[in-house]
């Protein structure tokens, strides 16, 4: 039988993207590779577990850093920044893991099943190594993908599988508040999900907390402990990370870029671009492309 390792390293050579991104038939299955050492990457992540399996990356949060490698599974239980840096890999030994989106209904019905108690550790990252039913489970998933003709039939039940050891494992503390019903993150999720599909169009904190349930200055409150941002720096952030993405994907001008996310000043996308990436949009563009050339 295939190892995790051989099977993930199998299917992103295959398919991954410029980017090192392979997505596969399995939603929120993605496989990722990289042959060199990679620069800063800005996101705000949904909630995930990355299964390391050659390599190393590190990723920081606010002050706080975690470094990870083969062995080790990052979990990322709530919507927050994070800056990652793929740390170890090269042609010979590339960078390799696994991710797996979280499933936060799948999480509350397997929750109520198992009758766990409703405690949870509130730190919205964490590193563990990976339990061993937890690669065993993401082993079976891969495997899948060679017979195309099972994933629609059996992808549930496996997915199912693999949340359910990650609820029972080292990470469980952590997600299972992702799971509790009607919970804090929950009903901030709800409001994430609106600000993910609408963040390029002006969006007033009475209408999230509506979408939350909550006042708004509750929301706000459990908005910031859930997210480490206020509703609108976590708003600024997408915008500019989309900008990023479109000028170094898309080859779209700096003022293009602006005015598609939401901004109807170019001077001030500029400044506040300059205090999240540390470099003007110019500079940032040309550091990336040439960095990438450089590679290849």
Same mark, same amino acid.
């Given at each position: 039988?295939?190892?995790?390792?051989?099977?993930?390293?199998?299917?992103?050579?295959?398919?991954?993207?410029?980017?090192?991104?392979?997505?596969?038939?399995?939603?929120?299955?993605?496989?990722?590779?990289?042959?060199?050492?990679?620069?800063?990457?800005?996101?705000?992540?949904?909630?995930?577990?990355?299964?390391?399996?050659?390599?190393?990356?590190?990723?920081?949060?606010?002050?706080?850093?975690?470094?990870?490698?083969?062995?080790?599974?990052?979990?990322?239980?709530?919507?927050?920044?994070?800056?990652?840096?793929?740390?170890? &890999? /090269? *042609?010979?030994?590339?960078?390799?893991? @696994? #991710?797996? %989106?979280?499933?936060?209904? +799948? !999480? =509350?019905?397997?929750?109520?099943?198992?009758?766990?108690?409703?405690?949870?550790?509130?730190?919205?990252?964490?590193?563990?190594?990976?339990?061993?039913?937890?690669?065993?489970?993401?082993?079976?998933?891969?495997?899948?993908?060679?017979?195309? &003709? /099972? *994933?629609?039939?059996?992808?549930?039940? @496996? #997915?199912? %599988?693999?949340?359910?050891? +990650? !609820? =029972?494992?080292?990470?469980?503390?952590?997600?299972?508040?992702?799971?509790?019903?009607?919970?804090?993150?929950?009903?901030?999720?709800?409001?994430?999900?609106?600000?993910?599909?609408?963040?390029?169009?002006?969006?007033?904190?009475?209408?999230?907390?509506? *979408?939350?349930?909550?006042?708004?200055?509750?929301?706000?409150?459990?908005?910031?402990?859930?997210?480490?941002?206020?509703?609108?720096?976590?708003?600024?952030?997408?915008?500019?990370?989309?900008?990023?993405?479109?000028?170094?994907?898309?080859?779209?001008?700096?003022?293009?870029?602006?005015?598609?996310?939401?901004?109807?000043?170019?001077?001030?996308?500029?400044?506040?671009?300059?205090?999240?990436?540390?470099?003007?949009?110019?500079?940032?563009?040309?550091?990336?492309?040439?960095?990438?050339?450089?590679?290849?």
């Amino acid at each position: 039988m295939p190892s995790l390792l051989h099977a993930v390293g199998r299917h992103a050579e295959a398919y991954a993207d410029s980017f090192g991104i392979a997505q596969t038939p399995i939603p929120g299955l993605t496989t990722v590779r990289a042959t060199a050492p990679s620069g800063l990457v800005y996101a705000i992540s949904r909630p995930l577990v990355c299964l390391v399996v050659q390599g190393s990356k590190q990723v920081t949060m606010g002050g706080q850093s975690f470094d990870f490698s083969a062995g080790d599974s990052l979990l990322i239980s709530a919507d927050v920044p994070t800056v990652s840096q793929i740390t170890r &890999a /090269s *042609v010979a030994a590339p960078y390799l893991s @696994l #991710v797996l %989106e979280l499933d936060q209904a +799948l !999480l =509350a019905a397997l929750s109520a099943e198992m009758g766990e108690p409703c405690v949870g550790d509130h730190a919205p990252l964490r590193v563990e190594p990976t339990d061993t039913e937890v690669a065993d489970a993401a082993l079976r998933l891969m495997r899948l993908l060679d017979r195309p &003709a /099972s *994933v629609p039939v059996l992808q549930a039940q @496996l #997915v199912r %599988e693999m949340h359910y050891w +990650l !609820l =029972a494992g080292r990470h469980g503390t952590a997600i299972r508040r992702l799971g509790w019903p009607d919970g804090h993150a929950q009903r901030i999720a709800r409001a994430v999900a609106v600000l993910r599909a609408e963040f390029a169009r002006p969006l007033r904190v009475e209408q999230l907390s509506a *979408v939350a349930g909550m006042s708004p200055s509750s929301f706000h409150q459990h908005f910031r402990s859930v997210t480490s941002l206020s509703p609108l720096q976590f708003q600024k952030q997408l915008r500019l990370i989309e900008a990023r993405r479109l000028m170094l994907s898309e080859g779209m001008s700096a003022a293009n870029a602006a005015f598609a996310v939401g901004y109807e000043s170019v001077p001030q996308f500029t400044r506040e671009y300059g205090r999240m990436f540390g470099t003007s949009p110019a500079r940032d563009v040309k550091a990336a492309r040439s960095a990438t050339e450089t590679a290849a």
